[in-house]
């Protein structure tokens, strides 16, 4: 029997599923971290490479992701009202359309990487250098959305311990690889970016093998084994489109944004798109802390809305984003202690260090809002209703973000840094519009 939430442990109910989530997070995101920091001893046209050959994947995890969160979404819900068959349907229905998701954004990199990067950059050397890096890395795409999808599932039937394996011994085996393959070493040639992203593919072809095998034991041992061979009927397709559309539509608009925003820094110039690149390991390690707090609120938040405890789910949400605040208030702290640092650790010239410093103060003071939405956008999902999350991202990115970046980079000619301050007002006017909704309770109810 599940003990009943209450305010003298719902501490303990968020930090069990979020720990484990935000280590797997951590680990998930270091592929991209770890080739950034292994390459950043090539100079800055491999690291700029690197960091604009990512944003393509980057669309591609995100919108592929946002199925996977609908799935969550509905799977948690139906968890709460025990639905057995609701739980196979709901899983089926959005790995289905994730798969033909993954094969699409697949053949465009793989056969168009040129194309994509020359979006990004006129730097021809950048453009040669991360097409190979984009292409290599796209044979990784559809491996990456299984194991994305088989964690979700085992996440939201209680087993969050088992995708953090897999994502640990990932990234241990990228690690390694990326040493012997970008370096030559063992015997092997020496690869540079190359080699950075086979190590990627191989990693993530590990982390699915992994969560496989979690996944054949969950079918053989849980009470929520999914049926493989189950028929979807009309009314539950149509109600995860009606939850799964909107994040996707939600997640491709904020994702095509970033890539956008890459697009600014690309022609503002390649070493200030090095530093935007260097910056780039930091932003996802003080945000990828916290992605378990923002997972573990909308499983939680989404078990209570599928029971009818309303208050207790707004009480769960509100508690989450006090946990969010308050940690990021320290991680943001510790960024700008580190923010003249950091820059050191990189074959960069001195005129680099100096704008990836800069950079790193902007946002040791828009982390906090950032997070705040992430874990914001998680429980307003969590009802189902989210139409709200992708207006606040289309208002916030599309409207005011891109318009602010453009003006601020190419009439006002401002500095980077500047550049990026500017683009993160966005995000304090989808905190403002994203707690309104929330305080509302217009997104409260059981699907």
């Known amino acids: 029997m599940e003990e009943r939430i209450n305010k003298s442990n719902y501490l303990k109910h968020i930090l069990a599923i979020a ?97 994509l990067m020359s979006l990004f950059t006129k730097d021809a050397n950048v453009i040669e250098t991360g097409s190979i890096y984009l292409k290599i890395v796209s044979l990784g795409f559809v491996p990456g959305f299984i194991a994305t999808m088989i964690s979700a599932l085992l996440r939201n039937t209680g087993k969050s311990k088992q995708p953090m394996i897999a994502s640990i011994s990932a990234v241990i085996l990228n690690t390694i690889l990326n040493y012997i393959l970008i370096f030559g070493h063992l015997g092997f040639p020496h690869m540079g970016v190359r080699g950075a992203a086979i190590a990627t593919t191989i990693a993530r072809l590990l982390e699915l093998g992994i969560v496989l095998v979690f996944f054949v034991i969950h079918q053989i041992r849980d009470e929520y084994k999914i049926n493989l061979f189950i028929k979807s009927d009309k009314a539950l397709i149509k109600t995860a489109l009606i939850v799964t559309l909107p994040i996707f539509l939600s997640e491709l608009a904020w994702s095509l944004g970033e890539a956008v925003y890459g697009i600014i820094y690309g022609h503002i110039g390649t070493d200030e798109t090095a530093s935007m690149t260097l910056i780039g390991p930091i932003i996802i390690l003080s945000i990828g802390l916290f992605a378990g707090v923002a997972q573990a609120s909308s499983i939680l938040v989404g078990n209570q809305l599928g029971k009818r405890e309303y208050d207790t789910g707004m009480f769960l949400g509100l508690k989450s984003m006090k946990i969010g605040i308050i940690g990021t208030a320290i991680i943001g702290i510790i960024v700008l202690l580190l923010s003249g640092i950091y820059p050191n650790l990189y074959n960069i010239a001195e005129s680099t260090k100096s704008t990836t410093t800069s950079i790193l103060i902007v946002f040791a003071f828009v982390l906090w809002i950032k997070v705040s939405n992430m874990i914001l956008g998680g429980i307003l999902k969590s009802g189902g209703k989210t139409k709200y999350v992708l207006f606040m991202d289309l208002l916030g990115t599309w409207v005011i973000g891109i318009p602010l970046g453009l003006v601020s980079a190419f009439i006002l000619n401002l500095n980077i840094a500047w550049v990026y301050l500017f683009i993160g007002i966005e995000e304090f006017v989808r905190l403002v519009i994203g707690y309104k909704i929330y305080k509302s309770r217009i997104w409260v109810q059981t699907i």
């Open 19 to 115: 720990i484990p989530i935000s280590i797997q997070s951590l680990f998930a995101s270091s592929f991209s971290v770890i080739d950034q920091i292994m390459v950043g001893s090539l100079g800055e046209i491999n690291i700029a490479s690197i960091g604009l050959a990512g944003k393509f994947p980057t669309v591609f995890f995100f919108t592929a992701g946002s199925i996977s969160v609908g799935a969550s979404i509905l799977i948690s819900q139906f968890r709460g009202k025990k639905d057995l068959a609701g739980i196979s349907k709901a899983f089926m229905i959005c790995a289905k359309w994730g798969l033909l998701l993954s094969l699409l954004f697949f053949s465009i990199a793989f056969f168009f990487s040129p194309s």
